[in-house]
């Protein structure tokens, strides 16, 4: 969350309610301000209250028309109304609420037999807030098990590390923050803009906790190569005897390729992947905030990180970094387990992608745009201004379409690669090709114009990053 702190209050006019809005008297709109530093010494009515912070809420983004974000912007009433229904009960109760927590578990069967694991009964994983929560877990695990399979590391002063692609995600970074390890980033080159097999590979030491590999990356969509990096390190066991887990992060596309590329193997099916997580809030269908991980056998979480919660009687595991959390969120996951069954997911996945292939495309036809991915992969795509436009860039376009309400963001790639900007577009469920279809057509309505700029207007400060 951002950190905030106390400032000086600017507003200098009176906040006054709509007087048809404060209740039974409407004279009452005149003294009834929000506040803003303080606690009002007075309370306000239920409905005035709800009245005055909807009408601010008019201010946020329509979020269905955020092409910025992977995260859920539709569920099905049903769904919500399952939400609603399950904001009350707290997820940690096991005890309380038993049939959350037996929700809970068949969404992580559910999730192991989907990614393979080579034994279910022996898998082992729970819900997370997200995919960044489910990462801090699954790294804690790798650096668990590095310690145990040196355990004088610590004494003789040996930091771990952990490689990964420059392209990762914020929450690894805190992850190597937080947790004390060393990020070791592989930077993007040329026209690789995620982490290749050899390179991973070469990056290992014996204080390599683990390989992330992203499936698929938060910068342009694409797949990295699990099966490619699996191989290389297990090359590098052969020649070294240095065993090397991959961990998945699957915050997208663990739930896109299951029903789009069964053939691809980058899951359990490969013996080295450890663990994998997604977002429930992702391409899981579900609003924010839910994630999962499984780790593929109970070999691979250490036993003393996990802790018992009692649950009917008895005891049950639990493993998470904060306490309480509303079911609402699991039970919405469990709801579209049931609802779409593999056959519902391709049908969803796949439309999603159609319009992403399809829009990429189209993009690519209008001319003055390089397209970087094809939506072909998990369904987003990036892409830049053609070598040969100079009247405009890609924050020029951004903010152009955010006038007609598309929030569509433009980001700088990360070291090496600092010179290219990007748009990305994120196609979910519920962005139809008939909305892509209205996309297009401002983007195409915007060229002219943007063409006749004499050159690019300023660009954001390069260090306000883009992280999701
Ligand atoms: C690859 C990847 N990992 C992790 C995250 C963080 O996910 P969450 O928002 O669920 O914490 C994201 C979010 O975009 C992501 O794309």
């Not at 998945?248 to 789009?260: H, W």
């Not at 306490?323 to 391709?346: T, W």
């Not at 943007?450 to 050159?455: D, E, K, T, Y």
Request: hydrophobic share 40%; charged share 20%; aromatic share 8%.
């Amino acid at each position: 969350m951002p950190l905030h702190s106390a400032t000086a209050h600017h507003h200098s006019h009176r906040h006054r309610a709509n007087p048809l809005a404060v209740g039974d008297d409407p004279a009452a709109g005149a003294t009834l301000a929000p506040p803003v530093q303080r606690l009002a010494d007075r309370p306000v009515p239920a409905d005035a209250a709800y009245q005055l912070i909807h009408d601010e809420l008019l201010l946020d983004g329509n979020a269905r028309l955020n092409l910025a974000t992977f995260v859920t912007t539709w569920m099905e009433p049903q769904a919500a109304r399952l939400m609603a229904e399950c904001a009350e009960k707290n997820m940690i109760d096991k005890d309380e609420y038993p049939q959350t927590a037996a929700l809970e578990a068949r969404c992580v069967s559910i999730l192991s037999h989907l990614w393979h694991a080579p034994d279910p009964s022996d898998s082992i994983g729970c819900s997370t807030t997200g995919s960044s929560e489910a990462g801090m877990l699954g790294g804690m695990a790798l650096k668990r098990r590095w310690a145990a399979r040196n355990p004088d590391a610590w004494r003789s002063g040996r930091r771990p590390n952990l490689v990964m692609g420059a392209n990762v995600q914020v929450c690894w970074e805190k992850f190597c923050n937080y947790w004390e390890v060393e990020p070791r980033l592989v930077p993007m080159e040329g026209d690789r803009f995620h982490l290749d097999a050899e390179s991973a590979a070469a990056r290992c030491d014996e204080d390599t906790i683990g390989v992330v590999a992203v499936l698929g990356s938060t910068f342009d969509g694409s797949y990295e190569p699990v099966a490619e990096i699996a191989a290389a390190l297990d090359g590098l066991q052969e020649r070294t005897g240095i065993d090397v887990p991959i961990h998945v992060d699957g915050a997208s596309g663990a739930m896109i390729a299951p029903f789009l590329d069964p053939d691809l193997a980058w899951d359990f099916r490969l013996p080295r992947v450890a663990s994998i997580n997604t977002s429930g809030h992702k391409y899981g269908l579900v609003y924010p905030g839910v994630g999962w991980i499984v780790w593929r056998s109970k070999e691979a979480l250490p036993a003393e990180l996990v802790f018992s919660v009692n649950y009917l009687g008895g005891d049950m595991p639990t493993f998470s970094l904060n306490f309480s959390r509303p079911g609402s969120e699991v039970v919405a996951q469990y709801y579209l387990f049931l609802r779409l069954g593999f056959e519902g997911f391709v049908a969803v996945q796949r439309a999603c992608r159609e319009v992403a292939v399809e829009l990429a495309g189209r993009i690519e036809q209008l001319g003055p745009f390089r397209m970087l991915t094809r939506g072909d992969e998990l369904p987003v795509f990036a892409f830049t201004t053609a070598e040969d436009v100079s009247a405009f860039d890609v924050y020029d376009v951004s903010r152009r379409l955010r006038e007609r309400g598309w929030q569509v963001p433009a980001y700088s790639f990360p070291e090496k690669r600092e010179d290219l900007s990007v748009l990305r577009i994120v196609v979910r469920n519920g962005f139809t090709d008939d909305l892509a279809g209205l996309l297009l057509d401002d983007l195409g309505r915007l060229l002219p114009e943007l063409s006749r700029q004499s050159g690019p207007l300023v660009a954001p400060s390069s260090t306000s990053t883009f992280h999701h």
